[in-house]
């Protein structure tokens, strides 16, 4: 464990189970958008950044809850060159 990451769990001990904080928007963000989700539904991922999260070294959970695609009917994504 990192000197980093002692920090973190001294002042987030709730980060051992799970992986994330309490305080963690990207948990909050992805799981009001998942539940607005169902089969019918089709999402358009307009591609806003550089692609950061797919390297980004979070818990299994956090990777699920990012996928629309398991939820949504149809996944888009706009491309730009």
Known sequence: MSAGDARVDKWY??????????????????TR??????RSTVVLDMGCGRGVAAEDPVPPQVKKERSARLRAASHSACLAH
């Open 13 to 30: 001990p709730e980060r051992r189970f799970g992986g994330f904080t309490h305080v963690d928007g990207t948990v909050v963000f992805y």
């Open 33 to 38: 958008v998942n539940s607005l989700l169902d």
